[in-house]
């Protein structure tokens, strides 16, 4: 990597550290003079746009790990409780699929996420990216054993018996079993389930990127229980 570029990667990471804490700021300014840059202001359009210019210039792949965290008036420490529901992770081998499933537990208060002896831990360093910090806030557990899980087990997975998420009411209170990407669940843990759901696909393709098709049936679980909150509020 050319001087040039190594000082691009630089302002790069210096500018990630002057986002989350402004004191930090100055330093970038420092290289910000010596590339002969146009100063920018403390905003965050300004600092992300010229994040990905510099990362650009670095030659650096700009994946979503490695964009800067989306900070907004609305993020907050949350006071609303997990669900009690278990997530089973089934050999991932993606840490960018595991890092976005935690995301989205943690931004659905899903509940515990326990993982299979092949799945990538929290302790990865691609996940801890991948999850936008959301690693240490999601309750996990590292190669659970199927009787530490909560019944029902409910298995999403494309399978010809599998009844569709629209036609599926969610308990109170199971486990939801997610599969390899490739080869979806294993056969062992597929025998193990109750029940079998899938998100019903009207395309060519029958299947979806596991972590997309995780936000998909989260999102529902979440919308089941508001209708339900909302009928049980209704008749008290």
Same mark, same amino acid.
């Given at each position: =990597?050319s001087f040039l570029?190594k000082?691009h990667?630089k302002?790069a990471d210096?500018?990630r ?9 100055p330093?970038y300014q420092?290289i ?7 100063k920018i ?9 010229r994040?990905?210019?510099h990362?650009r210039?670095?030659t650096? %792949?700009?994946?979503? /790990?490695?964009?800067l965290p $989306? #900070?907004s ?5 949350s006071n609303?409780p997990?669900l009690p +529901?278990? #997530?089973?992770?089934?050999? &991932?081998?993606? !840490?960018? $699929? ?7 537990t943690?931004a659905?208060?899903?509940?515990? #996420?326990?993982?299979?002896e092949?799945? *990538?831990?929290t302790? /990865?360093?691609? +996940?801890?990216? %991948?999850?936008m910090?959301t690693?240490? &806030?999601v *309750?996990c557990h /590292?190669n %659970?054993p =199927?009787?530490?899980?909560? @019944?029902? &087990? +409910? !298995?999403?997975?494309?399978h010809e018996?599998?009844l569709s998420?629209?036609?599926?009411t969610? *308990?109170?209170s199971?486990?939801?079993?997610v599969? $390899?990407?490739?080869?979806g ?7 193990s389930?109750d029940v #079998?759901?899938?998100?019903p696909?009207?395309?060519?393709k $029958? ?8 936000a998909?049936a989260?999102?529902e679980i979440? @919308?089941q229980?508001y209708?339900r %909150?909302l009928i049980n @509020?209704?008749s008290?």
């Open positions: =990597m570029l000082k990667k302002a210096l500018l550290e002057a986002y989350l804490d402004q004191n930090k700021f330093y420092e910000e003079t010596e590339l002969s840059l146009t202001a403390y905003t965050a359009e300004a600092l992300s746009d994040y990905h210019e990362l210039i670095a650096i %792949s700009l994946k979503e /790990h490695s964009f $989306n #900070i008036h609305l993020d907050s420490l609303e997990f +529901i278990d #997530i089973y992770l089934d050999n &991932l081998r993606s !840490a960018h $699929n595991v890092g976005s499933i935690l995301r989205t943690e659905f208060r899903l509940g515990e #996420i326990h993982f299979s092949k799945t *990538p831990f302790d /990865h360093p691609k +996940i801890a990216k %991948s999850s910090g690693a240490t &806030l *309750p /590292h %659970s =199927m009787t530490a899980l909560k @019944r029902p &087990l +409910i !298995a999403l997975e494309t018996t599998a998420t629209y036609d599926f969610f *308990p109170e199971f486990t939801l079993l599969g $390899n990407e490739e080869y669940l294993s056969k062992a843990v597929l025998d389930a #079998i759901i899938k998100i696909l009207l395309g060519a $029958n299947s979806l990127n596991v972590a997309n098709a995780f998909i989260a999102s979440r @919308r229980l209708l %909150s @509020r209704s008290s």
